[in-house]
């Protein structure tokens, strides 16, 4: 029997390298398919819908709030993994009671990369961790060069309507746009506020941009257009939102899409 910790430092017990794996973070599943461990894979949630093919190969045993545990038993996983976010306290304990339970805690990159290192060592793929921790490294390394220089912008990350949502402290997101310069006029909020849009204008100064996230909630033209008037400007922008939130491999996109995100704000200022 041996030994690990996750990342609440919560300790975990294995006789061997896990075979049958449950995964009910979305970016976590798309991690362990870049660790190479497809076959392992025995069960996603519905929200995990990268790669693709996984949505008709893999069993679906419920959300990333509340699944279904007889699905779960029958599959017999060696371990589940979740996220102290995405998953609720009372599903882990309840989950523990089949199999061992990894959770993962993502505030920032360091984080991020030390989640991949503990699969990599947890699945035996460390070979294949390391190159995929290397890249975000070289990635970040160079757009931190490259925003050096870049103004601070104003702004408001929506991810939600009726009621609306924005991105507030002590997130994965906030920690991103800071990364990239962007001052979120809701970091002094709690992590996920409830606003109102008459008050846009003048909270924190008032954005410069306002950013519709493509997830979760799937903002079109007309929303654009209703939350335009409360903005200086005017100015609103739809993101990517796995390119914003997701952890794990994903990162290996996002700096790239960062670049060309300050790229489109300077074409259109």
């Known amino acids: 029997m041996v030994e690990y910790r996750d ?16 995964s009910l973070v979305p970016s976590q599943t798309e991690l362990l398919y870049d660790l190479g461990l497809e076959n392992e894979v025995m069960g996603i949630t519905k929200f995990c819908v990268h790669p693709s093919h996984f949505r008709s190969t893999k069993n679906i ?29 009372e599903m882990v304990a309840e989950l523990e009671t089949i199999a061992p339970v ?4 993502i505030a920032n990159i360091d984080d991020c990369i030390e989640m991949i ?4 060592t947890l699945f035996d793929r460390r070979t294949e961790a390391s190159n995929i921790v290397q890249k975000i490294a070289f990635d970040l390394d160079d757009f931190q060069k490259f925003i050096k220089t870049r103004p601070i912008k104003k702004v408001a990350y929506f991810i939600w309507r009726k ?9 994965f997101i906030n920690y ?5 310069h962007f001052e979120n006029v809701y970091k002094h909020k709690g992590r996920y ?6 008050n846009l204008r003048s909270e924190g100064g008032g954005p410069e941009v306002v950013f ?31 390119l914003f939130s997701w952890y794990g491999s994903r990162l290996t996109k996002s700096f790239e899409y960062f670049k060309d995100l300050h790229q489109r704000l300077k074409d259109n200022s």
């Not at 045993?61 to 306290?89: F, H, R, S, Y």
């Not at 990894?102 to 805690?105: A, G, L, Q």
């Not at 290192?117 to 990599?120: D, F, K, R």
């Not at 009621?163 to 997130?171: F, L, R, S």
């Open 163 to 171: 009621p609306w949502m924005v991105v507030g402290k002590d997130t």
């Open 61 to 89: 045993v419920g959300g990333t709030k509340q699944v279904k545990l007889d699905k779960i038993i029958a599959l017999a996983p060696d371990i589940i993994l979740c996220n102290k976010e995405e998953n609720t306290k």
């Open 193 to 198: 506020p409830e606003i109102d849009l008459e």
């Open 117 to 120: 290192q503990q699969y990599g």
């Open 212 to 242: 519709l996230s493509s997830e979760p909630y799937p903002f079109k033209e007309d929303h654009a257009f209703e939350i335009a008037r409360y903005v200086q400007n005017g100015k609103t922008v739809f993101v990517d939102g796995e």
């Open 176 to 180: 991103l746009l800071e990364l990239n």
């Open 102 to 105: 990894h959770v993962s805690d």
């Open 7 to 22: 990342q609440l430092q919560r300790t975990i017990r294995l006789a061997q390298t896990p075979k049958r794996i449950i």
